[in-house]
């Protein structure tokens, strides 16, 4: 076989140097990514592998653990405790309920008047543009012994708790919901927008009314919509902070202490970064296998 002339060969060459130039643009962005993005990453792999400390022999000498904070973690009660209840937080806020109630009130919307649209859109996308502090003092004082809830349960002749000590995961999961649910609303709005009425009107005239339209017609027709929206919420739920702190603080004792909460106090109340940093990793591997769940539905669904 004849080896390619050098014109060949230049010719071969041109279209690699011309990506190059093109990609010159993107050389500042690509390296801000590296710095402050995949940089913290490999310091954090680095660190949960380590005794790193903000006090004490880990602040002096850092060394080499392996997976010893991995097995402190998975054998302590109470981060266990903590994954259970981020699972059982996640699943009530998040894909029951930001879930559920996003796509009833954008169903709600779309038949309604105009006065009702811009009523709901208004109250609901109002919770969500509130900073989380406010919103988790707005919703603690509504939970709080002499609250909103037990006034209006007293008027009906209900007995009233104490919310945020009986149930304090419930109360910060409907916190999360109210403040929440504007997200999954708009999501669901755009992607009703996109279905023809055609089609619902047809499948109406042929006896598929009520729920049976939206279970067999609707709800097929936006299902990427709902795995989109399922998968962004459920990560923004996994990482929720402030607001269960600012209502709770994890408490009473640990029954509201999610593993953001854990690891911001063994990190940073206990001083423990090495093993903060490894509860961290966990949480992004929690993270990661809901992605996946929920890649693997759009993939299904695109096939």
């Known amino acids: 076989m004849p080896a390619p002339s050098s014109r060949e060969a230049g010719r071969g060459g041109r279209p690699r140097a011309a990506k190059l130039v093109r990609m010159t643009p993107l050389t500042p962005a690509i390296a801000l990514m590296l710095v402050f993005l995949a940089g913290p990453i490999i310091y954090c792999l680095y660190a949960a592998f380590t005794n790193m400390a ?17 097995r402190k973690a998975f054998g302590s009660g109470a981060f266990t405790n903590a994954i259970w209840l981020t699972l059982v937080f996640t699943l009530i806020s998040a894909i029951i309920g930001q879930n559920t109630l996003g796509l009833g009130l954008a169903l709600l919307m779309r038949r309604s008047t105009k006065i009702v649209r811009n009523f709901v859109g208004t109250a ?22 002499e609250g909103t809830l037990n006034v209006m349960l007293h008027k009906v002749g209900l007995p009233g708790q104490d ?36 089609i619902e009107e047809s499948a109406e005239m042929d006896g598929a009314a009520g729920i049976r339209r939206l279970l067999f017609v609707t709800l097929p027709m936006i299902s990427r919509a709902v795995m989109t929206n399922l998968m962004l919420i459920t990560l923004q739920t996994l990482s929720v902070f402030g607001l269960i702190y600012a209502m709770t603080r994890g408490g009473p004792g640990t029954k509201s202490q999610t593993l953001p909460l854990y690891m ?20 992004l591997a929690i993270g990661a296998v809901f992605s996946l769940i929920y890649l693997r539905g759009l993939n299904s669904e695109a096939a």
Do not use: C, D, H
Request: aromatic share 16%; hydrophobic share 55%; net charge negative.
């Open 124 to 145: 609901v996308i109002g919770a969500w543009v509130l900073p989380e502090v406010v919103a988790a003092y707005l919703l603690s004082a509504f939970f709080n012994e």
């Open 264 to 283: 911001y106090e063994q990190a940073f109340s206990f001083s423990q970064i090495g093993y903060g940093t490894a509860i961290a990793l966990v949480m």
């Open 163 to 198: 919310w945020l000590y009986a149930a304090p995961i419930i109360a910060v999961s409907l916190a999360n919901i109210w403040r929440g649910t504007a997200f999954s609303m708009l999501v669901y709005s755009a992607a009703l927008s996109e279905v023809p009425k055609e």
């Open 54 to 70: 903000l006090t004490g022999t880990g602040a002096n000498e850092v060394k080499f653990v392996g997976l010893e904070n991995f």
